[in-house]
């Protein structure tokens, strides 16, 4: 069983579309994180959610991006106004506590065409 | 060059073989994760050494950390042909926040 689900595994956007992608910690954990991973490409940081309040992001997480637990369950990252460099595969990750073990979901393929 | 470099880029050995892929960064750290990542998959975290630790073992997998050389080094034993995937460090450099700075990778093809 995945210590995290991310939803939907894959998802087709048109440029310029608003998409929100999702995420489902098993346990109740605090600390969440989401990077992304251009094709072929190292994975990036983007941003970590802490106590429903953003702790640290990225230059790549700029005004188009936002992250939000509306429900104390879901983690969800919006990304605006899509654009074609925004295709990448997008994990979300969740930690016990900083400086621990990072589990990661199996990843979502967001393609901007 | 950044933090999380690994090398080599791509190894391929035989099947029962061992694999060792380094890793190297710059700046200090809290620990040092290694992530194994399948094909157009999710990453599967493998083992964490800490700052303070010099070795760390779990089932075939080997991890050792040298701090003063910035350095650390995943040896997988007796490898199996399903160990094939791309290997990535990922570095915690004492930020509150517990983000990862992840390497370039080591893709290792193990041949039956």
């Known amino acids: 069983e995945p210590e995290v689900t991310q939803t939907p595994s894959h998802q087709v956007t048109q440029m310029g579309q608003e998409v929100i992608l999702r995420c489902v910690p098993i346990?109740?954990?605090?600390?969440f994180y989401w990077y992304r991973q251009i094709l072929g490409q190292k994975v990036e940081f983007l941003v970590s959610?802490?106590?429903?309040?953003?702790?640290?992001k990225s230059e790549i997480f700029d005004d188009q991006f936002s992250v939000e637990r509306p429900d104390g369950s879901n983690f969800t990252l919006k990304i605006r106004s899509t654009k074609l460099e925004d295709s990448a595969m997008y994990f979300c990750a969740r930690a016990d506590r900083v400086g621990t073990e990072a589990f990661f979901g199996q990843g979502t393929r967001l393609t901007v065409v | 060059s950044q933090q999380g470099e690994e090398d080599p880029q791509a190894l391929s050995i035989q099947e029962g073989e061992n694999a060792t892929m380094n890793c190297s960064y710059k700046?200090?750290?809290?620990?040092l994760q290694w992530y194994r990542q399948n094909s157009g998959r999710g990453l599967v975290h493998l083992i964490l050494i800490r700052s303070n630790e010099r070795e760390k073992h779990s089932g075939r997998l080997r991890v050792t950390l040298d701090t003063s050389k910035k350095s650390s080094s995943l040896l997988i034993t007796a490898s199996r042909a399903a160990d094939t995937a791309s290997y990535f460090c990922a570095t915690d450099h004492n930020t509150n926040a517990g983000k990862s700075t992840f390497g370039d990778g080591t893709t290792l093809t193990v041949k039956p």
């Open positions: 959610f802490y106590n429903n309040e953003i702790s640290e």
């Open positions: 700046t200090s750290i809290n620990n």
């Open positions: 346990s109740n954990h605090l600390y």
